[in-house]
């Protein structure tokens, strides 16, 4: 027989399992995660560290994603302020740049109408006489540059503090704890797991995977077999650079393919990223490619000439992550990045599997889930609101 039985039993310590976990703990709900190395250890502590609206989702209509986004970094800020904060991003345009400055204009326009006018959505132009404090920005052929400002983050602190935060509403951890595998029945789930040499097994009102690039690895330990969304993984690369940008964060495209790079002060050094390089394999040996790197290490050559004689040999360091995307044609960077929940049953699930998702977009989604799930579960006695509890900071 069990052991125990919970409300809710979450599989993933990233951002989105961490996410579930707080508000169902928040909503009342009895919450176990399971996370099988350490909170944060896969893509979510391998994002671009950004806390942002999506300015560039705009260029393919997803209006409300970026709605959502921009409502999610002004709650950011309020919860959690240490580790979310505003800061100045630039996006120089030039004679041979895909995007002309009325085009940037009118976006950035619509950034803050969708952000409310709010002051944190106000943008300009600097001027050229200020160009040259712009941490050596190729002038040359600049016709203009757009300032505005958007939030960073550190993603894997953020993580932590999303689950110190569900610990205090009475979530219970896990970890580490591998997932061996859970019996779908008609009143729940029983699941079975491995955690400090021993294998457990548990009820769970509702199981939550959130598993990320092993999403497919949860299905199919569960049975009967489930059908999950087709799905892509797609890796994106980040390099680290020797020194550090002064006055801020750089939006800029790819001088070879037109794609969206971000050049970024990171704890004392640059962070350049990301790439979009299709994934098969193994997600636990994903690894920074060699080209992925020379591309990122072009770009940022391209836009800052201090770095002209940088080579793939001088970089201080480089991660890769994968992002999980529906399935589809085409190229990753105009696939929608809309956060996919499945169920096994339309009516009370025993069984959510959340797929994609941004960092940005956490705890909107954590919302969703906890909606989606609420008519499988008893009333519980509310604890928290999301939108207005602050974060329990980490102690490191």
């Known amino acids: 027989m069990p052991s125990a039985a919970w409300d809710v039993v979450v599989v993933g310590g990233g951002i989105q399992g961490a996410g579930v976990a707080y508000a169902a703990a928040a909503a009342g709900y009895s919450v176990l995660l399971l996370e099988k190395q350490g909170l944060a250890a896969g893509t979510s502590s391998k994002s671009s560290k950004l806390i942002h609206g999506g300015l560039r989702y705009l260029e393919s209509g997803q209006f409300g994603l970026v709605h959502e986004s921009l409502r999610e970094r002004r709650i950011m800020l309020d919860i959690a302020p240490e580790l979310v904060r505003l800061k100045p991003f630039f996006v120089p345009l030039y004679r041979n740049t895909r995007r002309h400055p009325w085009q940037l204009r009118v976006g950035l326009s619509l950034y803050a109408l969708l952000g409310g006018f709010s002051a944190s959505t106000r943008f300009g132009t600097v001027a050229r006489k200020k160009w040259g404090q712009l941490d050596g920005l190729q002038t040359r052929n600049l016709r203009t540059v757009f300032r505005y400002h958007d939030a960073q983050t550190d993603d894997a602190a953020l993580?932590?503090?999303?689950?110190?935060?569900?610990?205090?509403?009475?979530?219970?951890?896990?970890?580490?704890?591998?997932?061996?595998?859970?019996?779908?029945?008609?009143?729940?789930?029983?699941?079975?797991y491995a955690h400090q040499d021993r294998e457990h097994e548990c009820e769970a009102g509702v199981l939550i995977s959130a598993?990320?690039?092993?999403?497919?690895?949860?299905?199919?330990?569960?049975?009967?077999?489930?059908?999950?969304?087709?799905?892509?993984?797609?890796?994106?690369t980040h390099v680290i650079v020797p020194g550090e940008l002064d006055s801020g964060l750089y939006y800029v495209e790819s001088p070879r393919d037109g794609r969206a790079v971000f050049v970024m002060p990171w704890h004392g050094q640059t962070l350049v990223g990301t790439t979009e390089t299709r994934f098969?394999?193994?997600?636990?040996?994903?690894q920074p490619l060699t080209a992925e790197k020379h591309y990122l290490v072009s770009v940022l050559r391209h836009y800052f000439p201090r770095y002209a004689t940088l080579g793939v040999r001088d970089l201080a360091g480089a991660f890769a992550g994968l992002r999980v995307l529906p399935a589809g044609r085409g190229h990753a960077f105009h696939r929608s990045r809309e956060t996919l929940l499945?169920?096994?049953?339309?009516?009370?699930?025993?069984?959510?599997?959340?797929?994609?998702g941004k960092l940005t977009g956490w705890r909107a989604t954590a919302e969703q889930v906890v909606r989606r799930i609420a008519g499988s579960l008893p009333e519980q006695r509310v604890r928290a609101d999301t939108r207005q509890h602050r974060l329990v900071m980490t102690d490191d």
């Open 159 to 192: 993580t932590r503090a999303v689950v110190r935060t569900a610990q205090s509403l009475g979530a219970e951890v896990a970890m580490p704890a591998r997932f061996l595998g859970a019996q779908l029945r008609d009143s729940g789930a029983v699941v079975r």
């Open 211 to 236: 598993a990320g690039a092993w999403a497919a690895e949860v299905a199919a330990g569960i049975s009967p077999a489930l059908d999950i969304p087709a799905l892509d993984l797609v890796q994106g």
């Open 280 to 286: 098969r394999g193994n997600p636990d040996q994903v």
């Open 342 to 356: 499945s169920t096994d049953r339309v009516d009370r699930p025993r069984f959510l599997g959340v797929y994609g």
